[in-house]
C-alpha cells in the first residue's frame, strides 16, 4: 500500500519543469568541462601524456609507405610556407632522411618534436617553474613561469630556452635560443638557429590538452605557421616513464648487457 501511495502522489503531483531543473542543479553533477587546477588556482597540467598521432613521422598528410602508417597532419591548413630556397632543402633532407635525419644519430629532437616522437612524458607543475621529463632520451625541459627574460645573445641549445605565463586557463611558452640540427618530424621538415615558437597548453577537460604551437622562422618561412594536436593523459594503472636511451643501443656490441652476450 505504501508503494501504491507514493506512486499515486508522484502522478498528481508533477514537479514543473522548473523544479525539476532546480532539483538537477541541486544534485551537483559534475561539470563535463571541470579542470583539475593547483593550490595557485592555475589549472593543474601534472601527469603523463602523450600523442596519438603519425607526426613523428611526417607533420603533413602523408600516405602509407613500408614502415610508415599513413596519418593525417597536424599542421594548420596542412601548408608550410617554405622560402624557395628552404623547400629545396626540404626535398633533398627527405631522399636523405635514412642518414641525415637527426633522429638516426639520437641527437635530442629538439620542441616541438620532443612531444610528439610516440614517447609518453610527464609533465610536473610547480608556481614558478613546469618541469616536463621525457621518455625519449631522458630529454628535460624547464618552462619557467616566474617572470623572468631570456638570456641575452644567441645560445645553440638543442631544446631551446622556454619562458611561460598564464594567460587566463592556457599555459602560454615562448621559445627561442635553438640549433639548426633539429627536424620536425622524419619527412626532412626543418629550421634554421632563427627559430621562434610560441606553445599553448590548454586543459580541455581533465585527461586531455590541447596543444598549439606557433612556428617562425625568417630565414626559412614566409610567414608563421601553426601545428595543433591533443595530449592524452595516461590513465594506466601503476603507468611510469620508462627508460630509451636511444644511443645506448649503439654501444651494445661493444659493452654489451650481462646476460645479452651469450
Known amino acids: 500500500m505504501r508503494l501504491l501511495l507514493i506512486g499515486s502522489l508522484i502522478l498528481a503531483a508533477p514537479l514543473s519543469v522548473g523544479e525539476l531543473s532546480a532539483g538537477g542543479a541541486g544534485a551537483q553533477a559534475p561539470a563535463a568541462t571541470a579542470i583539475p ?14 600523442t596519438m598521432n603519425t607526426a613523428a613521422w611526417d607533420i603533413q598528410d602523408h600516405s602509407a609507405q613500408k614502415g610508415v602508417p599513413a596519418g593525417q597532419g597536424v599542421v594548420e591548413g596542412n601548408e608550410i610556407p617554405y622560402q624557395p630556397s628552404a623547400l629545396a632543402k626540404k626535398k633533398e633532407n627527405y631522399e636523405k632522411r635514412a642518414t641525415a635525419d637527426p633522429e638516426t ?21 610547480f608556481p614558478d617553474q613546469v618541469t616536463i621529463l621525457y ?31 598564464w594567460e587566463g586557463d592556457t599555459l602560454v611558452v615562448d621559445l627561442i635560443h635553438f640549433i639548426d640540427q633539429t627536424w620536425f618530424d622524419r619527412a626532412g621538415n626543418f629550421h634554421s638557429d632563427a627559430l621562434h615558437e610560441v606553445e599553448r ?6 585527461d586531455h590538452i590541447n596543444y598549439e604551437v606557433t612556428i617562425e622562422d625568417p630565414k626559412v618561412f ?6 595543433s594536436m591533443i595530449l592524452y593523459r595516461h590513465m594506466e ?5 620508462l627508460d630509451y636511451e636511444c ?16
Open 247 to 262: 644511443y645506448g643501443f649503439d654501444f651494445e656490441k661493444y659493452y654489451p648487457y650481462p646476460g645479452t652476450d651469450k
Open 135 to 165: 621518455e625519449y632520451v631522458h630529454a628535460t625541459r624547464y618552462i619557467y613561469t616566474n617572470g623572468t627574460p631570456h638570456p641575452p645573445g644567441h645560445i645553440d641549445w638543442w631544446m631551446g630556452d622556454s619562458r611561460g605565463r
Open 237 to 241: 594503472k601503476n603507468f611510469q616513464v
Open 201 to 206: 597548453y590548454t586543459l580541455i577537460d581533465r
Open 222 to 227: 614566409t610567414r608563421p605557421w601553426k601545428m
Open 105 to 125: 644519430k639520437c641527437y635530442l629532437p629538439g620542441v616541438p618534436r620532443v612531444t610528439y616522437t610516440g614517447f609518453p612524458f610527464q609533465i610536473i607543475q
Open 37 to 50: 587546477r593547483a593550490r595557485d588556482g592555475k589549472p593543474d597540467l601534472s601527469g603523463i601524456w602523450q
